[in-house]
């Protein structure tokens, strides 16, 4: 049951007025007060035991405000893709409402392989909209944590292997958020790059790398004005990153002067002198001892509770900690719902599924087309498809993500309805994956049940394949433990279940194959040179089959580009080269529980690794094709040397050799030549995605300046840009230079 706060604002108002007949509006509740007016003057009208009721939980998503002062409770959910429906008020199962189904919009992970800015801010606007609808203060999301590994289970709540492209990608979701009064909680910070050990793993990091590759999305999106961040589960420098005085004391709030609220995972605190100390501001829970397991009705025991009150009545705290959090958690109400002006905000709109498929469309990424086996022909007769993945509904599983939605249009379904006139659409399962379909009571309603052997599965398919003009194979993962799942990595780089087998057998059967991977993770490929197209389709929401269809068809023309190296194997990958103690960890010998892990690889992450290592991807960082071509020119520098804090402008001229319009995305990056510190051979430093009609050229330029040629000294602790010789590379991906010009950096 939600309870909703008994006094309102209107009451507390009236009761002020009762005290004297001119009674003014006591000044937290005047909007035309400054925040931090309105802020201090609620602080100070409050006692102790408000304060402290105020930053921890008393349900499992909610705090309970000030209801004395009318100050609302503040209401978070899930997130990121979005809004998860309500769930009990003390358990994790769905508390059965029927007016909570949201729409599903793609994985972040496909966000990103949109790589347009745009898409990002329209992505927060509708996901805010219906948290805002749905009255809640805060959406826990977007999660920005770096993809070290293709194993983690929930890199596809995350934004790719890049902290450039995260950072640039990450603040227009959260502005567009933020803009319906919902605040965002960016997740989760840092070092959470993997499910496995997830609340037992001390990540052993050198300072460059840390503030290199696994801060800058975290610090854009604090810079960009998110009003609250979500600490992680795991340890760095032993202690819980939820109280941690490193990554929340001295970096967050301090380098970058974080205003807003720092909120524990959920039973990601331990200890309460930490948690006092170390910047934790509001205790959420998995269970009400706000660990693991407990009694039921005993949130007064979060370490933020009692506890708190305890230590303060024996002297062992003092309440000027105390002040500081409630400040920021009053600070997020002022923000959110008491902001009288924020707007009303909207559910099931067309325009959401509008948006949802749009940012599909632009996120799902060609990364072979041979023989032009897409679009499919107008006059296919016969198609077949064949797989699980083209059933099963994956807005259901995952984990917290996990989501109840009004409608998801399988890929099966979305590929019928878009046939061509006349033409049958078949279908053959292939291989049985994941029959579940619930999550905390919610069911996808679907009967994947199966009784037939894999060989039989194999045969039906392949018999069924030899006269389809075009087989269409939807595979990969799905959300089930182990698939792309919180609380758990998977195994392998493989595909589960037999997959390949599948897939190979397919290939054999019909040369017009195409494989659509689901994931949000790369996934080997030992048949890629048997399948002519292949395409990967990520977790897509409501709109799978509709987005997949727009593309596989040719309505949309595929413009999106893996914000992550598709590796050939695990060896590839630089957090795997260096044994257990870089992944997973090994465990201490003290009786702690803890394992020690040390991120070996450093800074070399992603296409960082590959281009140290002069290994070739199966598909690079930023690959992506289009149904027509695209050549660059020459890339142009505006001036030759730059200093200070002067830009410097590149100018690529790009053109639409085919016969289509299409989009396609520009990546820039930059080689430091010589340095005094090792540097990668080259980073993503700008991009930008520009849409051209055929034979069209577009002249594309993209500025950087000092930020974009620093790296982090760690001897300094500050960012350096050492003035000399520097390269600019135009390229279509981290694998596909184009063109490349020299620039030099002066003093
Ligand atoms: C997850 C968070 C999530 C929270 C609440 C935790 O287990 O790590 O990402 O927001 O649960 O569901």
């Not at 007060?33 to 009208?45: F, G, K, M, S």
């Not at 009053?330 to 719902?337: A, D, F, K, Y």
């Amino acid at each position: 049951m939600k309870l909703i706060s008994s006094i309102s604002i209107t009451a507390v108002l009236a009761a002020f007025a009762l005290c004297g007949a001119k009674a003014a509006t006591p000044a937290y509740l005047d909007d035309t007060q400054p925040l931090e007016t309105r802020v201090e003057d609620a602080l100070q009208r409050m006692n102790t035991a408000e304060k402290i009721a105020l930053i921890h939980a008393q349900s499992k998503f909610g705090s309970p405000g000030v209801k004395r002062l009318g100050i609302p409770e503040v209401w978070t959910d899930d997130g990121p893709h979005g809004v998860r429906p309500e769930v009990l008020w003390d358990e994790w199962e769905q508390a059965g409402w029927t007016n909570d189904s949201c729409v599903a919009f793609p994985a972040l992970t496909c966000l990103a392989a949109t790589w347009n800015p745009d898409m990002s801010r329209l992505y927060g606007v509708v996901v805010g909209e219906e948290a805002r609808y749905r009255n809640k203060s805060m959406l826990l999301g977007p999660g920005v944590n770096i993809y070290r590994t293709p194993l983690n289970g929930r890199n596809f709540e995350y934004m790719g292997e890049d902290p450039f492209l995260a950072s640039v990608m990450v603040v227009p979701y959260i502005q567009g958020l933020q803009s319906n009064g919902v605040s965002a909680c960016v997740k989760h910070y840092c070092l959470n790059n993997q499910e496995i050990n997830r609340h037992t793993t001390n990540v052993l990091i050198d300072d460059r790398t840390l503030y290199e590759i696994y801060l800058p999305a975290f610090k854009a999106a604090v810079k960009g004005g998110a009003w609250a961040i979500m600490g992680a589960y795991n340890l760095y420098k032993d202690q819980h990153l939820c109280h941690n005085s490193i990554t929340l004391n001295d970096i967050l709030k301090g380098e970058w002067g974080f205003d807003g609220v720092v909120v524990s995972d959920w039973g990601g605190t331990h200890d309460t002198h930490e948690a006092v100390t170390n910047g934790l501001d509001m205790e959420f829970g998995s269970w009400t001892n706000g660990l693991t397991n407990g009694q039921s009705n005993a949130y007064d025991n979060y370490y933020l509770a009692q506890p708190y009150l305890d230590k303060i009545a024996a002297g062992e705290l003092t309440t000027q900690e105390l002040d500081e959090k409630a400040r920021r958690v009053l600070r997020l109400i002022m923000r959110t719902t008491m902001d009288r002006h924020r707007p009303w905000g909207s559910m099931l709109s067309p325009e959401h599924y509008a948006a949802a498929r749009q940012i599909g469309g632009q996120g799902i990424v060609l990364l072979k087309n041979d023989k032009s086996v897409l679009p499919i022909k107008a006059d296919a007769k016969k198609i077949l498809v064949v797989g699980e993945n083209a059933l099963k509904m994956m807005t259901v599983g995952g984990g917290s993500s996990s989501l109840k939605v009004q409608q998801e249009i399988s890929p099966f379904d979305g590929l019928k309805a878009q046939a061509p006139a006349g033409c049958v659409v078949e279908f053959a399962r292939g291989y049985v994956g994941d029959t579940g379909g619930e999550y905390n009571g919610v069911t996808t309603g679907q009967d994947l049940s199966e009784s037939r052997s894999a060989k039989e599965l194999i045969a039906e398919a392949t018999q069924k394949a030899k006269d389809a003009d075009v087989v269409i194979f939807v595979g990969g993962l799905n959300k089930a433990a182990g698939q792309d799942c919180e609380d758990a990595d998977r195994e392998s780089l493989s595909l589960p279940y037999d997959q390949d087998r599948v897939i190979a057998a397919l290939a054999d059967a019909n040369p017009n194959l195409v494989v659509v991977n689901v994931s949000g993770n790369a996934v080997a490929m030992p048949w890629v040179d048997k399948v002519p197209a292949i395409v990967q389709a990520w977790f897509l929401g409501s709109e799978a089959g509709n987005a997949i269809a727009d593309v596989l068809y040719g309505a949309v023309n595929p413009s999106g580009k893996l914000p992550m190296t598709f590796p050939r194997s695990l060896a590839d990958v630089g957090a795997h080269c260096f044994g257990e103690k870089a992944y997973p960890g090994i465990e201490r010998n003290d009786g702690s529980n803890i394992l020690d892990e040390e991120y070996s690889e450093g800074i070399y992450v992603g296409y960082r690794w590959a281009d140290r290592k002069k290994t070739k991807p199966l598909f690079p960082f930023g690959h992506g094709l289009s149904y027509t071509t695209f050549a660059y020119g020459k890339i142009t520098p505006s001036k030759s040397q730059i200093s200070g804090d002067d830009t410097i402008t590149f100018t690529v001229p790009v053109t639409n050799t085919g016969e289509r319009e299409g989009d396609e995305v520009v990546e820039l990056y930059i080689t430091d030549v010589k340095s005094t510190l090792d540097r990668p051979v080259k980073e993503l430093k700008g991009f930008k995605k520009v849409h051209l009609l055929p034979g069209e050229t577009a002249q594309v330029e993209i500025t950087v300046g000092r930020d974009e040629l620093s790296y982090f000294d760690p001897e300094a602790h500050a960012w350096v840009a050492e003035p000399g010789e520097f390269k600019a590379h135009a390229a279509a991906s981290a694998g596909d230079i184009r063109s490349t010009c020299s620039f030099k950096l002066l003093e």
